[in-house]
């Protein structure tokens, strides 16, 4: 039997409790050690989930543990430095999205893990959503025909400052957080993104980014893609977390909406399907969709740790991902159409 990878978690904030909770399920990994520069925040979670060490020096918890590799789960001004850190010690490396808070960063990272030859990934769950998944299946079965038209909506008006107080703080908000799924998905499902405009608003006096984005992408296959994203949206049905999707072919349509349901259309009538996220002991099940993804997306990266199957999210192809956050708050702020092949 092959032995156990030794790994570390890096920061044990919020996030924290649901991304250890989704490692215990996988077999072949031992989580020995975590680190919060808040020492009793790290000994806190060490006793909940029985990791033996704790420490508040990232430097002291590299030199100390043997590891495989480690999860980063902190702010995002700190994922450069810990990467590097791990890295330099020839200890492969997740990271939490946003990779970087430029995109210079950003490309320095992805290019030091390359040169250094470590496996270097970045934890995005959002396109491990079961519904989500199940579009994609929908889209590759080619029922609809030629796509040319879709729409990426996540609108809503979750209170996400009252567990993350930190994100009213930010000069840029919405497209750096959850805008970073959002494109992703678009880039997932329907490729990469040619041309790119965006508008942006602030409705929310008590933050500092904006709480609103349009990003209008022409893709590289000619599909028009229009991703709409807002934490100000007060509707009639309150949908966090869930995004939704319409997706037109030649023959039909695709339209995950409301309860995970799929909508799927043709000259024939309308078929749903359902595409409900699993329910483990530990998520909320409020929030069951996102919280359950964390387990897939940790397989998928568990899996090519193992040497079992390339992973989806690189640091290279998540690198695309935040190439398109960054081109959207050009555009936004410029009022000009992006060409992504020169950006």
Not at 98 to 126: G, Q, S, T
Not at 177 to 199: T, Y
């Amino acid at each position: 039997m092959s032995k156990s990878l030794r790994f570390a978690v890096i920061g044990t904030g919020f996030w924290a409790n649901y991304q250890i909770s989704a490692w215990k399920e996988l077999e072949g990994i031992e989580l020995v050690a975590l680190y919060n520069r808040t020492k009793s925040k790290a000994e806190t979670l060490a006793h909940k989930f029985k990791v033996p060490r704790v420490y508040d020096s990232v430097e002291a918890l590299l030199e100390s543990e043997q590891l495989d590799f480690v999860d980063i789960i902190t702010d995002v001004d700190t994922h450069a430095p810990f990467t590097e850190m791990a890295a330099r010690r020839g200890i492969s490396v997740i990271c939490q999205k946003p990779m970087a808070p430029k995109l210079h960063i950003a490309h320095r990272m992805v290019n030091m893990c390359n040169d250094l030859k470590i496996p270097f990934y970045i934890h995005e769950n959002w396109r491990w959503q079961a519904p989500i998944r199940k579009v994609k299946e929908c889209l590759l079965s080619s029922e609809i025909g030629k796509v040319f038209k879709a729409r990426v909506t996540f609108c809503n008006a979750f209170p996400v400052f009252d567990n993350q107080p930190f994100l009213a703080e930010l000069d840029e908000f919405i497209l750096t957080d959850i805008g970073s799924h959002v494109l992703d998905v678009c880039r997932f499902l329907f490729g990469e993104v040619q041309l790119l405009n965006c508008h942006t608003a602030s409705i929310n006096p008590k933050i500092k980014g904006e709480d609103v984005a349009n990003v209008f992408m022409m893709m590289k296959n000619g599909i028009s893609c229009f991703a709409e994203i807002s934490y100000a949206s007060i509707l009639e049905y309150e949908s966090f977390p869930q995004t939704f999707i319409l997706i037109e072919g030649e023959n039909g349509s695709i339209h995950l909406t409301r309860d995970f349901e799929i909508h799927i259309t043709t000259k024939e009538g309308t078929r749903i399907t359902q595409a409900n996220p699993k329910m483990y002991h530990w998520v909320d099940r409020r929030y069951a969709l996102v919280h359950s993804s964390i387990l897939d997306c940790n397989r998928d990266l568990l899996n090519a740790l193992t040497g079992k199957a390339p992973a989806e999210t690189t640091g290279a192809d998540n690198f695309e991902t935040v190439r398109l956050v960054h081109a959207s708050y050009a555009a936004a702020k410029s009022r000009q159409i992006v060409d992504m092949t020169r950006f």
